[in-house]
């Protein structure tokens, strides 16, 4: 089942001085399955992030479409994109997005309150989701308490009790050491083997090599993608490495 269908995505800034216009997305059009695994990858500059802000709902192409759940984003009503962006979508951040001033359990909370469900509900949602993620112990801490590692797990948390369709993750491990990005990436594909879809936007190799596809970006187009079949992570690391090297050098290889 297609759950994210992006059509024929453009856009274009204008400068504020000079009226210069510089277009960040050229042409997109790529979908995304029901309880797909997709990486995305481009140098700095080829349109990733613009392309992420869209997926968000926090920012609007000069033109095209997306699909999530057969609902038009692009079409939705500044008044109620905010519900539907908490009701579909789930985040995470490279810097976290924690509250300190709230528990790491009152961050986790957040978008239900927000969504205005009782404590019952938000307290039985949280708690298969903070064993499955280990931080029953952190749960009553404050964000300056606890480790990057654990930081990310919360936020992990966070955007997975609206249950949402969509996990958007923007450069997920860029703050960790390697050993708690790699607790996270094994933290992504348990949650991904039980249905859940991720979109991940990311520089690192290493976690692109857990996404069962990468999708590259190069000045503002879809230029390549990778399937992992039967590929190991070890497999994936050596043939996104491969195609990241032949994009910077102009991707000859690969046309």
Do not use: C, W
């Not at 510089?22 to 995305?40: D, K, M, P, R, T």
């Not at 539907?84 to 961050?107: C, E, K, P």
């Not at 280990?134 to 404050?142: M, S, V």
């Not at 520089?203 to 079949?229: P, T």
């Amino acid at each position: 089942m297609r759950l994210l269908e992006v059509k024929n995505l453009k856009k274009i800034y204008t400068t504020r001085f000079g009226g210069n216009q510089i277009q960040a997305l050229s042409n997109v059009s790529f979908s995304v399955e029901q309880g797909e695994y997709v990486a995305i990858m481009g140098e700095s500059g080829s349109g990733k992030t613009t392309l992420l802000n869209i997926l968000a709902s926090l920012d609007k192409p000069t033109s095209g479409e997306v699909y999530l759940d057969g609902k038009n984003m692009v079409t939705i009503k500044d008044s109620e994109i905010s519900a539907f962006r908490r009701d579909n979508l789930g985040f995470v951040f490279q810097d976290f997005n924690l509250l300190d001033t709230f528990s790491i359990q009152d961050n986790i909370f957040l978008p239900l309150v927000l969504a205005q469900k009782n404590y019952q509900e938000m307290s039985s949602r949280l708690q298969p989701l903070s064993e499955r993620l280990k931080i029953e112990d952190i749960l009553k801490k404050f964000p300056y308490e606890v480790s990057g590692g654990q930081k990310q797990r919360a936020a992990v948390a966070r955007a997975l009790i609206t249950k949402p369709k969509l996990v958007l993750a923007d450069e997920p491990t860029g703050a960790l050491d390697s050993k708690a990005a790699m607790n996270l990436l094994k933290i992504f594909s348990s949650i991904n083997n039980l249905g859940q879809t991720i979109l991940m936007v990311t520089h690192s190799v290493a976690a692109a090599s857990h996404a069962n596809r990468v999708l590259f970006i190069k000045d503002g187009e879809i230029y390549n993608q990778i399937y992992r079949g039967s590929m190991s992570n070890d497999d994936m690391y050596q043939k996104i490495s491969f195609t990241l090297s032949v994009l910077a050098s102009g991707g000859e290889e690969l046309e």
